[in-house]
């Protein structure tokens, strides 16, 4: 049984940060491309960043770009979501999903097989 478990959110002031992990198991992680996903109340599903297998190459969203960094760690089978100079529009809940696909890198949430329950992010101004 694939399980994807986020860790790491929490409440923190504008310009603060936070380290968001992924815990996968129950699929063969380095084979897997990974993404951060979040969702702020009443919108729609936000695609954040990705990862490939390899953690050579990685891709994020405009609204992220600059601030957030992705990272992983197959030995450990986690990702990681490192979040800088937070600012209110961030706050979300996040996200982390697994694509099993041949892909380099996915962008859109159709491509990912499994998701997390997701980490509430809360950024105060």
């Known amino acids: 049984q694939v399980q994807l478990v986020e860790s790491g959110g929490g409440l923190v002031q504008a310009g603060g940060s936070l380290r968001l992990s992924c815990a996968a198991s129950g699929l063969s992680f380095s084979s897997n491309v990974m993404g951060w996903f979040r969702q702020a109340p009443g919108q729609d599903l936000e695609f954040v960043s990705t990862?490939?297998?390899?953690?050579?190459?990685?891709n994020y969203g405009d609204s992220v770009k600059g601030r957030f960094t992705i990272s992983r760690d197959n030995a450990k089978n986690t990702v990681y979501l490192q979040m800088n100079n937070l600012k209110p529009e961030d706050t979300a809940v996040y996200y982390c999903a697994a694509a099993l696909g041949s892909g380099t890198v996915y962008k859109l949430e159709r491509s990912y097989n499994y998701w997390g329950q997701g980490t509430q992010v809360t950024v105060s101004s």
């Open positions: 990862i490939s297998k390899g953690g050579v190459s990685t």
